[in-house]
């Protein structure tokens, strides 16, 4: 060992250090993400405008049909959404076309009030249609007639005519806004068929950088106004809205990890030359 030079004892340095540096870069980055310079995306920076654009007091429908497995990359540009509408004293009107929406659901609405300055009251600030089967012939039906789909009742029971927030809503054309979590379903298209077009209401979804291809072309139209596309589009939401959060702090772990495999490169060659210009063992 003792005649090795640097550079060649850097070469054999113990590939467990390497592999310790990189889960500390990645632990770090996720937990504690530091608010650095972040290019946000022409999709990202419109899916931030189409909410804050939307006026204070609005009722908005919303079809929350995020996954167990879709949550961790479409979590924040949902909560963030709501949570942006809800600072406007916009009123929200759910309903999902996924079974297991109806325990995220729950989950969501927590986050968002969680960073609110007060308390949202069910029935006023926002209300939940349930579950919404039988996919494109169901959200025809509810769209054209909610009390008549979900036989009057909410997903608790009440009656819709005792929520003021239902009060002279009663089809998909009375939103003027909508949001769609399709997840990763590639149901887009089938909102905006059964929903934007028919009704006239404006649209942003929210879902998997995957579905991105099925609704270029409707975004291109103005079919759609904005998407919020997979784990990118929540990290741009998080830098947009001051929330830092896991979605940003995954992007700058992935980030920081190829930076960190690059300066290994880098050095290894140079350490490589190094060495075997000076008479080293390296070839």
Same mark, same amino acid.
């Given at each position: 060992?003792?005649?090795?030079?640097?550079?060649? &004892?850097? $070469?054999?340095?113990?590939h467990r250090w390497i592999a310790t540096g990189i889960f500390i870069i990645i632990t770090y980055?996720? $937990?504690? +993400?530091?608010?650095?310079?972040?290019p946000i995306s022409s999709y990202g920076q419109a899916y931030y405008d189409f909410v804050d654009n939307i006026?204070?007091?609005?009722t908005v429908g919303f079809m929350m049909g995020d996954t167990v497995s879709t949550k961790p990359q479409l979590k924040p540009s949902t909560t963030l959404a709501m949570w942006m509408m809800w600072e406007k004293d916009c009123k929200i009107v759910f309903w999902y076309d996924q079974a297991d929406s109806v325990i995220l659901l729950v989950e969501y609405i927590d986050s968002a009030e969680a960073m609110l300055d007060r308390d949202l009251v069910y029935?006023?600030?926002?209300?939940?249609?349930?579950?919404?089967?039988?996919?494109?012939?169901?959200? *025809?039906?509810?769209?054209?007639?909610? &009390?008549?789909?979900?036989?009057?009742?909410? *997903?608790?029971?009440n009656s819709i005519d005792s929520l003021s927030i239902m009060e002279g809503v009663n089809s998909g054309?009375?939103?003027?806004?909508?949001?769609?979590n399709c997840a990763?379903?590639? /149901?887009? +298209?089938?909102?905006? &068929?059964?929903?934007?077009?028919?009704?006239? /209401?404006? $649209?942003?979804?929210?879902?998997c950088a995957m579905d991105l291809p099925a609704i270029t072309l409707y975004l291109a139209t103005g079919q759609l106004d904005a998407t919020a596309n997979g784990l990118l589009a929540s990290a741009e939401m998080e830098f947009l809205t001051g929330k830092l959060g896991l979605a940003f702090?995954? /992007?700058?772990?992935?980030?920081?990890?190829?930076?960190?495999? /690059?300066?290994? *490169?880098?050095?290894?060659?140079?350490?490589?030359?190094?060495?075997?210009?000076?008479?080293?063992?390296?070839?």
């Open positions: 060992m003792s005649g090795k030079s640097i550079w060649r &004892r850097a $070469l054999d340095l113990d980055m996720i $937990l504690s +993400p530091i608010a650095i310079p972040f006026p204070a007091g609005e029935g006023v600030d926002y209300a939940d249609m349930g579950y919404i089967a039988g996919v494109e012939t169901g959200q *025809v039906a509810f769209l054209e007639n909610i &009390r008549a789909t979900v036989g009057g009742m909410d *997903v608790h029971g054309g009375d939103f003027n806004y909508g949001f769609t990763c379903q590639c /149901t887009e +298209p089938m909102y905006i &068929r059964q929903w934007g077009m028919p009704y006239g /209401t404006r $649209l942003a979804s929210i879902n702090g995954q /992007t700058l772990a992935v980030s920081f990890a190829g930076l960190y495999f /690059t300066i290994l *490169v880098v050095l290894g060659n140079v350490f490589f030359f190094i060495d075997r210009s000076q008479g080293g063992g390296a070839q």
